[in-house]
């Protein structure tokens, strides 16, 4: 089992950026891939970003270019760098882990885009 633990999140004005980190009970070297979703308030959870234990990365269309994902086998944890963050970045982030059939996913964190 793996146990995944978010922090980062927190309230910033539109432009300016957040780094996330999800920290791993497991070695994420192990992890088929780690992942970032979002939920916003009243919307289903959606895709952010990947990264697989080859090193290959996949983003969502919105944050492509402003978003980027990466890891510290060493400390077993993931990160995401926010840069140029909008309002409608504003949601509750989880950190997700594919260990062959199963999803773990951690309790997530608050980001907040001021205008």
């Known amino acids: 089992q793996v146990q995944l633990v978010e922090s980062g999140g927190g309230l910033v004005q539109s432009g300016g950026s957040l780094r996330l980190s999800c920290a791993s009970s497991?070695?994420?070297?192990?992890?088929?891939?780690m992942g970032w979703y979002r939920q916003a308030p009243g919307k289903q959870r959606e895709f952010v970003a990947r990264i697989t234990s080859g090193g290959s990365t996949n983003y969502r269309d919105s944050v492509r270019g402003r978003f980027t994902i990466s890891r510290d086998n060493a400390k077993n944890t993931v990160y995401l760098q926010m840069n140029s963050l909008k309002p409608e970045d504003t949601a509750v982030y989880y950190c997700?882990?594919?260990?062959?059939?199963?999803?773990?996913w951690g309790q997530g964190t608050h980001v907040t885009v001021s205008s």
């Open positions: 497991g070695r994420i070297s192990s992890i088929n891939a």
């Open positions: 997700n882990a594919a260990l062959g059939p199963m999803n773990y």
